[in-house]
């Protein structure tokens, strides 16, 4: 049994994943991991890389003798770690940019069939830009996903 909570988070990643050219996605991502935060991550990873990590979840909020299901909230913290010396010609805002859009484009699609009705909602939150390091070329956008769904507690 795989449990709402965790169909929401591989969905996320999957539609990270869908962040190519070929899509209509300014860049292409190399690879998106679940659960791990990029300075986790082996060595050598290839870049540009999302990460997905569900970071925070709400008490359910559901009406006085309901037991079936809860209604919850969950947020994301999403990592785009991209090295601006793999985009020549790009200015570096810019670059940051493409990704912000990328993410927003991403998380904004229509869930699968599976979810309708239990996915409630998906919003892009803060995002916030971190330049690498004067001689350094790895820069990381985080971006805050927020959700809510309806969990269901039946065996």
Known sequence: MQLIATRITDWLA???SQ???LNGYPLALADVHVGRFYEDLPQGAPLP???VVAASTSD???PDGVV???RRGRGYQVEVVVNFDQHPGVERHALLDQIEWGIGRAVR???????????QSVS??????????PGHSIAIVQA??????????QP
């Open 60 to 62: 359910a909020v559901t």
């Open 49 to 51: 890389l999302a990460t």
């Open 19 to 21: 962040i190519t050219s």
């Open 109 to 119: 699609q229509p869930p699968p069939a599976e979810l309708r009705g239990l996915l």
């Open 68 to 70: 079936l299901s809860g």
């Open 14 to 16: 999957a539609q990270l």
């Open 124 to 133: 892009l939150g803060d995002v916030q830009f971190n330049y690498p390091a």
């Open 144 to 153: 805050q996903v927020a959700t809510v769904f309806i969990e269901q507690y």
